[in-house]
T-cell receptor, first 114, second 124 residues
Framework: KAGVTQTPRYLIKTRGQQVTLSCSPI?????VSWYQQTPGQGLQFLFE???????NKGNFPGRFSGRQFSNSRSEMNVSTLELGDSALYLC?????????????FGPGTRLLVL | AQTVTQSQPEMSVQEAETVTLSCTYD???????LFWYKQPPSRQMILVIR??????QNATENRFSVNFQKAAKSFSLKISDSQLGDAAMYFC?????????????????????FGKGTKLSVKP
């Protein structure tokens, strides 16, 4: 089975722009979670989707949004980019949304905001 | 809110020797899951081992084992016969065993809460 894929792998944007990141989960997985990783804050939870519904959301401003499609693929969008949004964005998928489910991570999208 | 603490920012081990990475967590819950993830320079997070809090037996996966002390809220990872490929950042993570059907269980609970990580170097 193919693993979690994320596109693009690298991205450079300027302040004020918006960006959309994509995540394709492992085939058959219905839950997708997003995390932001920075040297200062470490790994922080952004949001989780299951069956096209947002189940949980972390403490991030409204500029961060996401959605999940019927094929379980997910996108996250960041509007009005700020320098502090530079980070590695990781997507993880799991079979279901229960706490016992193991999350499998993708390679991440590295976003640089200039 | 739950927190996860990894007190060792960096560790070093000689190839073929054993190393133990420390992790403590703070929670008022009795049911939860604990994980160790490995993140090599390629940046892809890989699950190393998981432990269910209701299980008293320590989890083991080949050369990796944990020492789970529930009362002390401690979850250390032991790597035996260290190999060069073990060099990576290791993250300890906590996940609450929430009731999936509680629709009002909002916020960031129910997802992985990570420690700051421990960078492990392996010397040949």
């Amino acid at each position: 089975k193919a693993g979690v894929t994320q596109t693009p792998r690298y991205l450079i944007k300027t302040r004020g722009q918006q960006v959309t990141l994509s995540c394709s989960p492992i085939s058959g997985h219905r839950s997708v979670s997003w995390y932001q990783q920075t040297p200062g804050q470490g790994l922080q939870f952004l949001f989780e989707y299951f069956s096209e519904t947002q189940r949980n959301k972390g403490n991030f401003p409204g500029r961060f949004s996401g959605r999940q499609f019927s094929n379980s693929r997910s996108e996250m969008n960041v509007s009005t980019l700020e320098l502090g949004d530079s980070a590695l964005y990781l997507c993880a998928s799991s079979l279901g949304a229960g706490p016992q489910e193991t999350q499998y991570f993708g390679p991440g999208t590295r976003l640089l905001v200039l | 809110a739950q927190t996860v603490t990894q007190s060792q920012p960096e560790m070093s081990v000689q190839e073929a020797e054993t190393v133990t990475l420390s992790c403590t967590y703070d929670t008022s819950e009795s049911d939860y899951y604990l994980f160790w993830y490995k993140q090599p320079p390629s940046r892809q997070m890989i699950l190393v081992i998981r432990q269910e809090a209701y299980k008293q037996q320590n989890a083991t996966e080949n050369r990796f084992s944990v020492n789970f002390q529930k009362a002390a809220k401690s979850f250390s990872l032991k790597i035996s016969d260290s190999q060069l490929g073990d060099a990576a950042m290791y993250f300890c993570a906590y996940r609450s065993a929430w009731n999936f059907w509680l629709q009002d269980y909002g916020g960031s609970q129910g997802n992985l809460i990570f420690g700051k990580g421990t960078k492990l170097s392996v010397k040949p």
